[in-house]
T-cell receptor, first 112, second 117 residues
């Protein structure tokens, strides 16, 4: 069964460094998302992406964040200058028709 | 803005028994979808069940079923014949609008379900 994959599973970075989180959505899906979950808290929406452009972004998704679909398979989230409060689990999700979203296993980001 | 409320931070159920997790939501939309996701200790988000708002019939997936009360804006999850593998965090989620759009999911705060022998 096709699934969403994410790499790396765990990323440790120093404050102020740039990180890129990678996702490979399910191949025939058209809509892509990033969510984050701070430990012990609920899952929060960051951004949605369709037809090579951002569809919607949350207040969290400020100028430090960017997304890209550099080729036909990858979907990336870049954080330009990480802060301590960016430490969280980051989930990529995809869907074909904007219906039920399938989540990847997540990338745990630790900013020290 | 849509909100999703899960008022039970933790629930406990004995193996083979039935448990119901509560969820309420607030929306002014008429067209939307509701979901339950399971998050085991691995933190993977696993879709359990979905409900289309336009359907009156409650969704069922094996041991999982929902009680969807549209007028009350309530969407509870019933787990029958609970198994140890059901122990996880359960999140209720709301998605507005039709298919063919990139609408986001709005999640509740979650209910941690413990399953005891």
């Amino acid at each position: 069964e096709p699934e969403v994959t994410q790499t790396p599973s765990h990323q440790v970075t120093q404050m102020g460094q740039e990180v890129i989180l990678r996702c490979v959505p399910i191949s025939n899906h058209l809509y892509f998302y990033w969510y984050r979950q701070i430990l012990g808290q609920k899952v929060e929406f960051l951004v949605s992406f369709y037809n090579n452009e951002i569809s919607e972004k949350s207040e969290i998704f400020d100028d430090q964040f960017s997304v890209e679909r550099p080729d036909g398979s990858n979907f990336t989230l870049k954080i330009r200058s990480t802060k301590l409060e960016d430490s969280a689990m980051y989930f990529c999700a995809s869907t074909r028709q904007g219906y039920e979203q399938y989540f990847g296993p997540g990338t745990r980001l630790t900013v020290t | 803005a849509q909100t999703v409320t899960q008022s039970q931070p933790e629930m406990s159920v004995q193996e083979a028994e039935t448990v119901t997790l509560s969820c309420t939501y607030d929306t002014s939309e008429s067209d939307y979808y509701l979901f339950w996701y399971k998050q085991p200790p691995s933190r993977q988000m696993i879709l359990v069940i979905r409900q289309e708002a336009y359907k009156q019939q409650n969704a069922t997936e094996n041991r999982f079923s929902v009680n969807f009360q549209k007028a009350a804006k309530s969407f509870s999850l019933k787990i029958s014949d609970s198994q140890l593998g059901d122990a996880a965090m359960y999140f209720c989620a709301y998605r507005r609008g039709n298919t063919g759009t990139a609408s986001k999911l709005t999640f509740g705060t979650g209910t941690r379900l413990q399953v005891t022998l």
